[in-house]
Nanobody, 128 residues
């Protein structure tokens, strides 16, 4: 059974940091790219970042570039999202997701429809 479980969310003041974790199981980790998405109330779910752990390539949305860092621990089948300099507009439920197809990943990683498996999400709230 495929599982993705997010953790690490919480309440933080603007300018603070959080580290989200995504524990994966039930599939061959290197065969998939793992993305982080977020969804704020009343808004579409949007891509935040993505990592292809087989080659180390990473991708970021412009809104988080320079503040967020995605990484993976292949031995533990884990993906992390280090979030620094958090802003109130980063408030959302954060999801990790796995995509098998890496075709044109650099251009298509942010499209949620491509992803095969999803976690349940973790709430991140940034107060001003």
């Amino acid at each position: 059974e495929v599982q993705l479980v997010e953790s690490g969310g919480g309440l933080v003041q603007a300018g603070g940091s959080l580290r989200l974790s995504c524990a994966t199981s039930g599939f061959t980790f290197d065969d998939y790219a793992i993305g982080w998405f977020r969804q704020a109330p009343g808004k579409e779910r949007e891509g935040v970042s993505c990592i292809d752990s087989s080659d180390g390539n990473t991708y970021y949305a412009q809104s988080v570039k320079g503040r967020f860092t995605i990484s993976s621990d292949n031995a533990k089948n884990m993906v992390y999202l280090q979030m620094n300099s958090l802003k109130p507009e980063d408030t959302a439920v954060y999801y990790c997701a796995a995509v098998r197809s890496k075709l044109r990943l650099p251009r298509l990683w942010m499209f949620r429809q491509r992803y095969d498996y999803w976690g349940q999400g973790t709430q991140v709230t940034v107060s001003s």
